[in-house]
């Protein structure tokens, strides 16, 4: 399963620039992910909820839509920004220094001992702390633009928590440096694999993942109807994220190894390798958190709107 990574001086040196240019995305649930959470939940909202969000949705200033839109690379599509697309917004300003204390808001990390998130895992710039905040913000502020970001925040860190490289370990900068040798597609870390190739692979094109995003938001969608939701529901932040990192530290997830002290060790320099048997385990169980996501977020919007 595992191959001796190379050394060469040659790639010692291009690591940083590699690192900061090509792994940056890698750092929320990919797009469709953000997506389908959002969209699904959006569409099991009352109509009451549902016409709170398109009035706040309409104050989003322009630069923003543009922002957004060059995100998703949707030119000239910048005029309505769906919520579905505004959830992405969290990435789309990642590079704006105005917003760069959100940064750590995106994941949250732990010693690689730990096998339950509690409350003291986090007092503050992590997934579960800006859950509690932004959902508070949502609910209690009287400034439009202020609750607007509120809810793109949230519909967003939704999408994160149960994501389970984002609940994971700061060393190998949860997955973004554990490389794998992978037959899905582009994906050449294990947290990018998790955030998107094992979603969309083999779709590539724009025409075939919108076609794939068009089928997944039905599945889950059906899905919704014999899931349990009041179970789902009745959770809170803590216990998503515990879900995320026992996902994280099952062996078979090839992200880490148990030792007798329960420390998850690091693969350090040696590859995983990922292909179709890989896929079709872990692919339902990444569906499966989206649409667990989903239903969360419903329930946080209700409350809070």
């Not at 789309?92 to 105005?98: F, G, L, S, W, Y």
């Not at 949250?108 to 503050?124: Q, W």
């Not at 490289?165 to 870390?189: F, V």
Request: with cysteine; charged share 20%; hydrophobic share 40%.
């Amino acid at each position: 399963m595992l191959t001796k990574k190379p050394l060469k001086k040659i790639l010692m040196w291009l690591l940083p620039v590699i690192f900061l240019t090509g792994t940056f995305k890698a750092f929320a649930l990919g797009k469709m992910g953000h997506q389908l959470v959002c969209q699904l939940s959006y569409d099991h909202l009352t109509p009451a909820s549902r016409q709170k969000i398109t009035q706040l949705l309409t104050g989003l200033p322009q630069e923003h839509k543009e922002k957004i839109a060059a995100y998703t690379k949707a030119a000239g599509s910048n005029d309505n920004i769906s919520f579905a697309d505004a959830c992405l917004w969290a990435d789309a300003i990642k590079k704006d220094k105005a917003f760069d204390a959100f940064k750590p808001w995106h994941y949250l990390n732990v010693d690689r001992d730990v096998e339950v998130i509690g409350p003291d895992a986090c007092k503050e710039n992590c997934v579960t702390r800006g859950i509690l905040f932004h959902q508070q913000q949502l609910s209690s502020s009287n400034d439009n633009w202020q609750k607007l970001q509120a809810l793109m925040f949230l519909g967003h860190w939704l999408g994160d928590i149960h994501q389970p490289l984002h609940i994971s370990y700061a060393s190998d900068l949860g997955g973004n440096r554990s490389e794998i040798n992978s037959t899905l597609g582009k994906c050449s870390s294990m947290h990018w694999l998790w955030d998107d190739c094992l979603l969309t692979y083999p779709a590539e094109s724009e025409q075939a993942l919108a076609a794939h995003k068009k089928a997944l938001l039905a599945q889950l969608g059906a899905q919704w109807q014999s899931a349990p939701v009041g179970n789902w529901q009745k959770t809170n932040v803590w216990q998503w994220a515990t879900e995320s990192l026992e996902i994280t530290r099952q062996k078979d997830v090839g992200y880490c190894r148990l030792a007798q002290n329960k420390e998850c060790k690091s693969y350090g320099s040696c590859k995983v390798n990922i292909g179709q048997d890989y896929q079709m385990k872990f692919t339902p169980v990444l569906q499966q958190r989206i649409l667990q996501a989903a239903v969360r977020l419903n329930i946080l919007l209700e409350q809070a709107l």
